[in-house]
């Protein structure tokens, strides 16, 4: 998902570590970038020092998530969690919110969402090449496969050997909604925030509603839709910018747990609103791994959508 249309977008990033304020029209952006994606909070006009304070808590709360549950760390709680693989380990509150998360996530989805299956990106590159990984080498992998095999009563982990986790899958929409209640609960202007296209909103700003442009795929910001948000979240998943184009067909990146193989039929894109981005995030990620009837999923969720074929 692109950044709000009307708004401008940053044509630089920041470095790493860094805020930065851009006046975009009647509104303040303040832009950082965390978790491999522009981010930005979007505010009225206002005390410029008010701005920046707030777009930094955000930021350093993003980067704290980010550092915390990152898989590339060797100091995140992932990385201490996989060290002590096999022996039972008591996580702190946060880490055991995600986990109980997690586990009913895998239960009500009957096995599609699982923070397990991201051991098959040993098998899959997604990087535009267009080798694929064999039959023996995808078999290898699903026996390590399975929320199920987790022993896991909040707060008490076990992780067995050779399994991993990741909550690549929930992170970003976690922080947003982070981020979001800890701001909204001291700021009563308008304001969004949007972690690399999931966003969330508190209240339309005096020009009218937010309006969101949705990425069309394989494009670079070029926006195939214009939503309007007044207030709630929205979330975007697809596989536009990750792939693997094998004999003329398209591989995806979402891949089905059960099967290790990219989902069949799946949409290009699945925009969902909801009110927290969390949800919204988790419904449009099931929709893809649902295929062909991600359109049918989504229905019976009763949540407003937009899909990209």
Request: aromatic share 8%; net charge negative; proline share 6%.
């Amino acid at each position: 998902m692109a950044p709000p249309a009307d708004n401008g977008s940053p044509t630089t990033l920041p470095a790493p570590g860094t805020v930065r304020l851009e006046p975009r029209g009647k509104m303040l952006a303040v832009v950082f970038a965390a978790m491999a994606s522009p981010c930005e909070v979007l505010l009225p006009t206002m005390d410029q020092l008010k701005a920046m304070e707030i777009g930094r808590f955000v930021a350093e709360e993003t980067w704290r998530i980010e550092k915390k549950f990152s898989r590339y760390r060797d100091d995140s709680v992932l990385a201490w969690i996989h060290r002590n693989r096999g022996r039972e380990l008591t996580v702190d509150a946060e880490t055991s919110a995600l986990l109980e998360f997690a586990r009913q996530c895998h239960e009500l989805s009957e096995g599609l969402f699982d923070i397990s299956s991201g051991i098959l990106r040993q098998a899959w590159r997604f990087d535009g090449s267009s080798g694929l990984p064999s039959e023996a080498t995808i078999a290898k992998l699903l026996p390590l496969i399975g929320f199920e095999k987790i022993a896991w009563r909040a707060p008490r982990l076990l992780l067995p050997e050779d399994m991993e986790i990741d909550f690549g899958g929930i992170g970003k929409e976690y922080a947003v909604d982070r981020a979001y209640e800890q701001v909204a609960a001291v700021l009563h202007e308008p304001f969004l925030i949007n972690l690399g296209g999931d966003l969330r909103a508190n209240r339309p700003p005096a020009q009218g509603a937010w309006q969101i442009g949705v990425e069309r795929p394989d494009t670079d910001r070029d926006a195939a839709l214009l939503l309007s948000l007044e207030h709630g979240a929205l979330a975007t998943s697809g596989d536009s910018h990750r792939c693997i184009v094998h004999d003329g067909k398209r591989y995806g990146h979402i891949l089905n747990p059960r099967t290790g193989w990219p989902v069949v039929d799946a949409p290009r894109s699945v925009t969902v609103a909801a009110s927290s981005c969390t949800e919204a995030g988790l419904l449009a990620t099931l929709a893809l791994l649902h295929g062909a009837t991600a359109r049918s999923f989504l229905e019976e969720q009763r949540v407003r959508f937009w899909i990209l074929e």
